[in-house]
């Protein structure tokens, strides 16, 4: 999908035609490799917790060291406190050198047990999984604004709709009260009234054009494509119809699948696996280490040496640091508990906020239709009036500015209503299968 996706794109980008763009295309775009800029800095960090994980992981590796040495040497051997017996007749030199000394030489140490390094390890390696479930947070971030950039683009679009069937209908009404007053059953001002609420309807009209424009870009650029793509927004949004799912089934719900979450309580773990790494350190350690080479004077008199052995190292007294260490770790792992109860308190809140929301939205939905649909018979009624010769302009003019109105508030609770659908998927964690299942709707 995604391949097909990217495909698709660069064709368009190359040849300048206009691209029909779908809600899960949107999303397949910007959550892919080369998609949206802040979910690729987000996916690095993977690759860093990967690289601690091996870092900790050496240390159960052997480490071997080369070397090669040679030296010009001279020695008194009074400088070592040597004293030599006074014989009479006898002299024994006290100098020696200068003679060379070359060494070539391997040295290998390796951990055979250390209970802090098995713990640090356990904590570099738990880290992975906290950055896995970082940058799948950050998809269902990405995801979230695609879906609201998506649908505010949608409802820039049916702004402009909006505007272009009141411009239609501001010039019926024009050419209406031109008929009007060329039969003689209008005036003047009727005509003045009409003309000017069509130069009202036609600023708006520029005004939602230039809306649209900004709210495409701002579609493309959460996106991560090219700002200068045409673009064609074929999805269509909910008309409010569907049944709202129950409060506590969507908070369980989101308590096991929100990522952020789960992230949070594996950093608590974390902590806690350092602070026993840092204890573990008054265990003793086992370690064992050898070297091998050959050393002379550098020509045919190399002699091979080596040394084997193994140590046991037992901590005894650091003047008080590991204990110190120790008890900031489990401030710290206190404190991560305490932002994992905090963010499941945030969880709820977010969950039970937007449900509100979405009630809110949908009972305004009907409101908004009962108001559209009485504008509608009112603009009627007065059309027919002022056909009639029985009412002026004055109130063929104030019906066409409530129908204005009531289009305006159907189109703004229809699309915070599908605004919220999005902030609730969010919340509960499931928000990439919401955007997956929604169908085509009716504007």
Not at 244 to 263: I, S, Y
Not at 311 to 318: G, T
Not at 412 to 427: E, P
Request: glycine share 6%; charged share 25%.
């Amino acid at each position: 999908m995604r391949v097909l996706c990217a495909a698709l794109l660069f064709i368009a980008t190359l040849s300048g035609e206009v691209l029909p763009l779908t809600l899960p295309k949107a999303i397949a775009l910007a959550t892919a490799k080369e998609g949206n800029l802040r979910l690729q800095l987000v996916r690095e960090t993977i690759a860093q917790a990967e690289a601690r994980k091996r870092l900790a992981f050496a240390a159960f590796l052997p480490n071997l060291d080369g070397s090669a040495a040679a030296s010009s040497q001279t020695r008194n051997l009074q400088a070592f406190g040597i004293q030599f017996p006074r014989v009479p007749g006898v002299s024994f030199p006290t100098f020696a050198g200068p003679f060379t000394v070359v060494d070539y030489r391997a040295t290998a140490t390796q951990s055979i047990l250390d209970l802090a390094s098995l713990q640090r390890y356990k904590a570099a390696k738990a880290l992975i999984s906290v950055a896995e479930l970082d940058a799948a947070h950050a998809t269902n971030q990405t995801v979230q604004m695609v879906a609201r950039a998506y649908v505010l683009a949608l409802e820039s679009e049916a702004g402009v709709d909006t505007a272009k069937a009141n411009v239609a209908l501001a010039q019926a009404l024009v050419k209406l009260a031109d008929n009007q007053k060329n039969a003689g059953m209008g005036t003047g001002i009727d005509v003045t009234r009409a003309r000017v609420q069509l130069a009202n309807e036609e600023q708006r009209l520029q005004v939602a054009a230039s809306r649209r424009e900004r709210a495409v870009l701002e579609l493309l650029r959460v996106i991560g494509v090219d700002l200068a793509l045409t673009v064609e927004l074929n999805d269509r949004v909910n008309d409010g119809s569907e049944p709202l799912p129950p409060v506590e089934e969507t908070l369980k719900t989101a308590l096991a699948a929100r990522q952020d979450l789960k992230a949070q309580q594996k950093r608590e773990l974390v902590a806690g696996m350092n602070a026993k790494s840092i204890n573990a350190e008054r265990w003793p350690s086992l370690g064992a280490a050898g070297d091998y080479g050959v050393i002379g004077n550098g020509s045919d008199n190399m002699l091979p040496t080596r040394t084997i052995g193994v140590s046991l190292r037992v901590p005894v007294f650091d003047g008080g640091r590991r204990a110190t260490r120790h008890a900031e770790s489990g401030v710290l792992e206190r404190q991560e508990r305490l932002r994992a109860i905090d963010l499941a308190k945030q969880v709820e809140l977010d969950v039970r906020v937007a449900m509100s929301i979405l009630k809110s939205s949908r009972d305004q939905i009907a409101i908004a239709r009962q108001g559209l649909e009485l504008s509608e018979n009112e603009l009627a009624q007065a059309q027919r009036r002022f056909e009639a010769g029985v009412a002026n302009s004055l109130e063929l003019t104030d019906a066409q500015t409530r129908l204005s109105r009531a289009r305006d508030n159907h189109l703004a609770a229809l699309y915070q209503f599908n605004l919220a659908r999005i902030d609730l998927a969010a919340a509960a964690g499931t928000i990439q299968e919401a955007v997956q299942n929604m169908g085509e709707q009716k504007r």
